[in-house]
């Protein structure tokens, strides 16, 4: 009698410890900043800051299992100042750097200009699916030009006034905590880098928060 239950303990605790290995397990990578040019646009030269979503591979022991894949992954950010109070009292929904821009698609017949409609275009929120191994980089700001303040950079800037320059995430000339979160079903992680806005565009970057750098939630 004892052997079958014990049996059967053991069966559930092997189970259950495969179905945590076989979970997504989410990591956060800082990326170098990415620089870009650009004509006919609302700034001609672009720094932007971002980082990249890895779902971890299994350990070799246990490739012969897979992964799950890490399905409808979201990701927001948060601005602090260094004394850790929030800048804007609320959270950026982050955008993924890979997804498509949120602007509709031109079409010309007949010498006319028209649009393609997407809706998922133009939504403001963006999610991800991560496989085993893989990563996706989102996007946390951006610095325009000569500008001395910075953005915090998602799907609102195709449409904000200015255009790319959206007062509802400016960040003036300094530095603060930025806090990225991720989240999918079952998993969320998150991380704290600082935000160095007090440089020209070339020196624009994130960081690795130091031993005390703490934000209030």
């Not at 950010?77 to 982050?94: C, K, P, T, W």
């Not at 700001?141 to 200015?162: M, Q, R, T």
């Not at 007062?167 to 806090?179: A, D, F, Q, S």
Request: with cysteine; proline share 7%.
């Amino acid at each position: 009698m004892w052997e079958v239950i014990l049996g059967a303990v053991i069966s559930i605790i092997i189970t259950i410890g495969i179905e945590n290995l076989r979970k997504p397990k989410l990591s956060v990578v800082l990326r170098p900043p990415v620089d870009r040019d650009f004509q006919n646009a609302p700034a001609q030269k672009v720094r932007f800051l971002q980082v990249d979503v890895v779902n971890q591979p299994l350990h070799p022991l246990v490739r012969w299992m897979s992964r799950e894949a890490a399905m409808q992954v979201h990701t927001s950010v948060s601005f602090y100042h260094l004394d850790g109070q929030n800048v804007f009292g609320r959270e950026m929904i982050a955008r993924w750097s890979g997804a498509p821009e949120p602007v509709l698609p031109t079409v010309i017949l007949d010498d006319k200009r028209g649009f393609i409609f997407d809706p998922l275009r133009l939504t403001v929120s963006s999610n991800m699916d991560i496989y085993p191994g893989h990563s996706q980089a989102f996007d946390i700001a951006a610095k325009l030009d000569d500008d001395e303040e910075c953005y915090g950079w998602n799907n609102e800037v195709y449409f904000s006034n200015p255009l790319w320059r959206n007062p509802n995430w400016k960040l003036p000339h300094g530095r603060y905590l930025v806090k990225v979160t991720i989240s999918t079903a079952g998993e969320k992680v998150t991380h704290i880098y600082r935000l160095i806005n007090d440089v020209p565009r070339n020196s624009f970057r994130l960081e690795d928060k130091l031993p005390n750098d703490k934000v209030l939630s």
